[in-house]
T-cell receptor
Framework: EAEVAQSPRYKITEKSQAVAFWCDPISGHATLYWYRQILGQGPELLVQFQDESVVDDSQLPKDRFSAERLKGVDSTLKIQPAELGDSAMYLC????????????FGPGTRLTVL | AQTVTQSQPEMSVQEAETVTLSCTYDTSESDYYLFWYKQPPSRQMILVIRQEAYKQQNATENRFSVNFQKAAKSFSLKISDSQLGDAAMYFCAYRSAQGGSEKLVFGKGTKLTVNP
């Protein structure tokens, strides 16, 4: 069964450093989401891509976060510089085109900022 | 903006018993989707069940069923014959059916413990 892949699974960094997370969607899934899940809370959307285009990045802190999906397949989320408050689980989810489709989640990257 | 509220931070159930997790939501839209997702410890989030708002019939998936009350904006999940593997965080989520952003709006989750 196809799955969404994410790496790394765990990342520890010091504040002010740069970090990057990678997501590989299920083949054929045109829509890709990055969510942030703070401990004890539900995930919140950071950015949504449709193919290589950004559909929604209204909740992305653009002064330090950036996301790209250059060829409309895999995606990278970057934080520079990392802050203590960025410690969280970063989840990638993908779905086939269309609002009726299920979002499939990857295992996430747990970020700890020291 | 839509909001989702899960008022039970933690629930517990005995193995083989039935448990109901509560969820309420707020929206001005008439067409939308509701979901329950399960997130086991250190494992990825998986879809348990989904409900289209235009359908009056409550969704069921094996031991999982929902009680969808559109007027009350309530969407509870019932787990029958609870199993040890059901232990996880359960998240209720909302998604608009309108075009544009199809993001999921999640509640804060309910931690379910299953006691042997």
């Amino acid at each position: 069964e196809a799955e969404v892949a994410q790496s790394p699974r765990y990342k520890i960094t010091e504040k002010s450093q740069a970090v990057a997370f990678w997501c590989d969607p299920i083949s054929g899934h045109a829509t890709l989401y990055w969510y942030r899940q703070i401990l004890g809370q539900g995930p919140e959307l950071l950015v949504q891509f449709q193919d290589e285009s950004v559909v929604d990045d209204s909740q992305l802190p653009k002064d330090r976060f950036s996301a790209e999906r250059l060829k409309g397949v895999d995606s990278t989320l970057k934080i520079q510089p990392a802050e203590l408050g960025d410690s969280a689980m970063y989840l990638c989810a993908t779905q086939r085109r269309g609002t009726t489709d299920t979002q499939y989640f990857g295992p996430g990257t747990r970020l700890t900022v020291l | 903006a839509q909001t989702v509220t899960q008022s039970q931070p933690e629930m517990s159930v005995q193995e083989a018993e039935t448990v109901t997790l509560s969820c309420t939501y707020d929206t001005s839209e008439s067409d939308y989707y509701l979901f329950w997702y399960k997130q086991p410890p250190s494992r990825q989030m998986i879809l348990v069940i989904r409900q289209e708002a235009y359908k009056q019939q409550n969704a069921t998936e094996n031991r999982f069923s929902v009680n969808f009350q559109k007027a009350a904006k309530s969407f509870s999940l019932k787990i029958s014959d609870s199993q040890l593997g059901d232990a996880a965080m359960y998240f209720c989520a909302y998604r608009s059916a309108q075009g544009g952003s199809e993001k999921l709006v999640f509640g804060k989750g309910t931690k379910l413990t299953v006691n042997p």
